[in-house]
């Protein structure tokens, strides 16, 4: 497929979008997306500080993060009480991984990662140093994964069986070191973690030659670029989407332009998809003939959170009709009644899930905080 490089030179266009729909009314959005909390809220349970005890932890993380980027949106303090029991009783050991000491400290790096984002954006809505500290011991947990004995470092995914350089651990280890830099005033050892994570997942492969990220790496037991592939699994929207959360941050950090053209390579890839993008709306592929669990489900709100972070800091904001139409799209076919979402943003309600509704979720703030 050379479909990306139609897009690689100068980023700029896409052609396949709705450019015909009305700009709705931001009003209208804030009361689709508080409706779209509220049923988020359906699932959380208040003895145990999670939304669906009986799916996967992380997925929690992704919830308190949303609910608190609709908080820095909007100034809403609805929430906060909530995020704050939440993380007071998560942040308890694990039952099922002691080892990890608590403090999200778990048994997946990337686990580790989705919640101390969430810590760092709670800690930048309350001042609130506790926040900060517990998201700087997930840092240094993550950071004793990051092991240079096979493709000359990155970190693995699985902790009990230290395997599996991934591209989500990875990337979202770019985005969580260079927030810790820009949040710390006169930063410089998180600046330089950064860096070298960029430096090693921009040359390991992982980014393939239509600039999408696939699932990892190959796990030879070697330094050897030859034999650490890229593994060609699966392009997962989510892994698309928090690079492009790191790379912002990190060109917030150092002024270089390069990072956002790269940002901008990845994503009008997945813009520009015929697989990622049918009709000009994200679409999962696993969600189709080949079912991936629940967990693919919160994907493309991952994507569309990041995907607001790089439209904002672009000067023609490029992306902004790309998300007004998903989410048009979506509200108009995936809700149901009940502002509950399905998880094919083009097609009928398919069923209550909390994946499903975090992503709704994720796009309807996307779409609030379009400028
Ligand atoms: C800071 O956050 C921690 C963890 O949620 C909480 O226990 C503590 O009371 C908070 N401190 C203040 C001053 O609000
Ligand atoms: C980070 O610091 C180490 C140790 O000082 C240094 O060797 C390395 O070059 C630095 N990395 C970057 C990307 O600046
Ligand atoms: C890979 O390189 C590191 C040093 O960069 C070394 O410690 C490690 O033993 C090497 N791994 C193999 C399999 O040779
Ligand atoms: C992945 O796909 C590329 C391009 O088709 C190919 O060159 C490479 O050998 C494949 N890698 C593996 C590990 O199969
Ligand atoms: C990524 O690596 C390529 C190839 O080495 C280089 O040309 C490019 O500038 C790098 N991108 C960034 C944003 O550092
Ligand atoms: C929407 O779906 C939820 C979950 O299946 C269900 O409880 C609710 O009754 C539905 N709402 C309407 C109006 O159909």
């Not at 000359?152 to 927030?179: D, F, H, Q």
């Not at 002024?255 to 520009?272: P, R, W």
């Not at 009709?321 to 398919?350: C, H, K, L």
Request: hydrophobic content about 40%.
């Amino acid at each position: 497929m050379k479909l990306a490089r139609l897009f690689s030179p100068s980023c700029l266009l896409f052609s396949n979008l709705a450019t015909s729909l009305s700009v709705p009314q931001p009003s209208a959005i804030l009361d689709a997306t508080q409706a779209a909390i509220n049923a988020l809220n359906t699932f959380y349970d208040k003895p145990t500080g999670r939304w669906d005890p009986t799916v996967n932890w992380w997925y929690s993380g992704i919830a308190l993060q949303a609910i608190l980027d609709y908080t820095q949106l909007t100034g809403s303090r609805d929430y906060l009480a909530q995020a704050q029991h939440t993380i007071d009783i998560q942040r308890a050991p694990l039952a099922w991984w002691p080892d990890g000491m608590g403090d999200f400290r778990a048994d997946s790096t990337d686990d580790t990662g989705w919640w101390a984002l969430a810590l760092l954006r709670m800690y930048e809505l309350t001042g609130n140093s506790t926040y900060l500290y517990i998201a700087k011991e997930d840092e240094a947990y993550i950071y004793q994964y990051w092991l240079p004995d096979t493709c000359k470092g990155g970190l693995i995914w699985s902790i009990p069986s230290l395997s599996y350089k991934n591209a989500i651990s990875n990337v979202l280890y770019l985005e969580l070191t260079a927030s810790l830099h820009n949040l710390i005033p006169g930063d410089t050892f998180y600046l330089n973690r950064s860096l070298s994570q960029w430096q090693w997942f921009n040359s390991s492969g992982m980014i393939n030659s239509q600039w999408l990220i696939n699932d990892g790496l190959l796990d030879p037991q070697s330094n050897d670029s030859s034999v650490c592939l890229n593994n060609n699994a699966s392009v997962w929207t989510y892994n698309q989407g928090v690079v492009l959360g790191g790379l912002v941050e990190l060109h917030k950090a150092t002024g270089d332009q390069g990072y956002l053209d790269t940002a901008c390579k990845i994503a009008d890839a997945v813009v520009g998809s015929l697989t990622l993008s049918p009709g000009g709306i994200l679409t999962e592929t696993c969600t189709d003939s080949n079912p991936c669990g629940t967990n693919g489900w919160s994907f493309k709100g991952i994507f569309m959170n990041r995907l607001a972070k790089l439209n904002k800091a672009l000067p023609d904001r490029r992306y902004s009709e790309y998300i007004r139409t998903n989410e048009q799209t979506m509200y108009s076919n995936a809700r149901n009644g009940s502002d509950f979402y399905g998880g094919v943003w083009q097609n009928p309600f398919d069923g209550r899930d909390l994946g499903k509704q975090v992503s709704a979720v994720s796009l309807l703030i996307a779409t609030l905080g379009l400028p």
